[in-house]
């Protein structure tokens, strides 16, 4: 079946340097849909990103990602982390249209000191 | 904004007790997921529905029953629950327009299975 492997499982940084989580994926489907969401403490998973275009960079609140089919990949960056940006972050992936279920990697926490 | 609200928000109940979680999403959303997120496995799917009286079985659905009533609730029933089920559990809906669409959560119910 469908997965989404992220290796990270905690990643520590210092306010002001880049950030990047990775995002692998595995499906059948040709078409897939790729997701990043985002948890911060005490709420609830929200949309960040989404994309189904190959190689086309797509960007939100200062976080970019592209998906790339030719390696099954979709990292998520950020050039300069803020202490807001503290959270987990969810890879998810759906294979296809019509409501299918979305898929969530295990999540990487994002801890960002000053 | 989606609106998607669950109840109880924290329920505890021992082992072997009958629990049910609601979620009413006021939206018109045909799609309707019900996910628990336990530390170091993510989100994981246990059923989710396209629209009232249809059932969609997920990843992890031992031990848990759903029934969507209506367009608007998704019920997830724990007959004998059991400590391995103690969890946080969201609800969500989608649209389905985009792919799976964008997903909307809701607050999120704790259980606690002593």
């Known amino acids: 079946g469908d997965s989404v492997t992220q290796t990270e499982g905690l990643v520590t940084l210092t306010e002001g340097l880049p950030v990047m989580l990775n995002c692998t994926y595995q499906?059948?489907?040709?078409?897939?849909?790729l997701f990043w969401y985002v948890q911060h403490l005490n709420e609830s998973p929200r949309l960040l990103l989404k994309s189904f275009t190959d190689n086309k960079r797509t960007e939100h609140q200062g976080f970019h990602a592209t998906l790339h089919k030719s390696s099954s990949s979709f990292h998520l960056q950020k050039s300069s982390a803020q202490l807001s940006d503290s959270a987990l972050y969810y890879c998810a992936l759906s294979g296809g249209q019509g409501g299918r279920a979305l898929i969530f990697g295990t999540g990487t926490t994002v801890s960002v000191s000053p | 904004e989606a609106a998607v609200t669950q109840s109880p928000r924290n329920k505890v109940t021992v082992t072997g007790g009958n629990v049910t979680l609601s979620c009413r999403q006021t939206n018109s959303h045909n799609y309707m997921y019900w996910y628990r997120q336990d530390t170091g496995h993510g989100l994981r799917l246990i059923h989710y529905?396209?629209?009232?009286?249809n059932l969609q079985i997920g990843d992890v659905p031992d031990g848990y029953k759903a029934t969507r009533t209506t367009q608007e609730d998704f019920f997830l029933l724990l007959e004998l629950a059991s400590p391995s089920q103690t969890s946080l559990y969201f609800c969500?809906?989608?649209?389905?327009?985009w792919g799976p669409g964008q997903l909307y959560f809701g607050e999120g119910s704790k259980l606690t299975v002593l």
């Open positions: 499906t059948i489907y040709s078409n897939p849909f």
């Open positions: 529905s396209y629209g009232a009286g």
């Open positions: 969500a809906s989608s649209d389905g327009d």
